[in-house]
């Protein structure tokens, strides 16, 4: 009999706790008590990048030497580093020479337009070069074929502000989201033209080579139309 009692008691119980449970997964809310919060969705630049409040900390943005030029500039680190870098060694190169108030990296996104490529600049995926020279004209013709040309080695992953809607020259930036495999290809090429002599921003390029124009003019169809 005593034995009978406990194990009803026993059965009981866990039927009186298994529908206790099942009615608490009906109320309102406890579910979504149960599961954890989405992370917030953190603002992003005009190309879909991450938006830092700062450089050199707690940040993706540091100030990086650009080899060569005795310049710096904050600029996202990793593979928007290296191609940013590269476009602007190459420009000092074989554009214009450049001082340090031609050049300027991160900037604070407040003071920025949000939906124009300028926003980018606080991601810290664009620079930009001769932040005076922003007008629609503000290159000699052999200077824009070499800036083509450097365009060109970037494949349409950097475009050039003056050929926005909005002409701003000394924008330059990354024109490919987070995780687009162009960017960490394009990164690793120019870090292993860095380490080979020859080859890589300062090597020696003849922009006026018939295969080098048509890839940058076909590229500059490309990019003056989107």
């Known amino acids: 009999m005593r034995n009978d009692i406990t194990r009803r008691a026993v059965v009981t119980s866990a039927a009186v706790i298994g529908a206790a449970a099942a009615v608490g997964s009906l109320v309102p809310g406890t579910a979504a008590a149960a599961t954890a919060k989405e992370p917030k969705k953190l603002p992003t630049s005009l190309n879909g990048w991450t938006i830092e409040k700062e450089a050199n900390h707690v940040s993706t943005v540091w100030t990086r030497p650009v080899a060569g030029t005795g310049l710096k500039v904050d600029v996202r680190i990793g593979d928007v580093e290296a191609i940013l870098l590269h476009v602007t060694r190459r420009f000092h190169y074989e554009v214009e020479q450049l001082q340090r108030v031609d050049l300027a990296g991160w900037q604070g996104a407040g003071t920025l337009r949000r939906g124009l490529p300028e926003s980018n600049l606080a991601s810290g995926t664009a620079v930009r070069i001769r932040p005076g020279a922003s007008a629609k004209g503000g290159l000699f013709p052999q ?84």
Do not use: H
Request: aromatic share 6%; with cysteine; proline share 2%.
């Open 143 to 226: 200077q824009e074929i070499v800036l083509r040309d450097i365009l060109a080695d970037c494949e349409g992953v950097v475009r050039w502000g003056g050929d926005d809607s909005e002409v701003d020259e000394s924008l330059f930036y990354i024109d490919a989201a987070p995780g687009d495999e162009r960017v960490a290809k394009l990164g690793e090429r120019f870090r292993d033209w860095d380490a080979t002599p020859g080859l890589g921003a300062g090597g020696a390029v003849d922009v006026q080579s018939t295969s080098r124009r048509n890839r940058a003019e076909r590229l500059a169809r490309v990019q003056r139309s989107g």
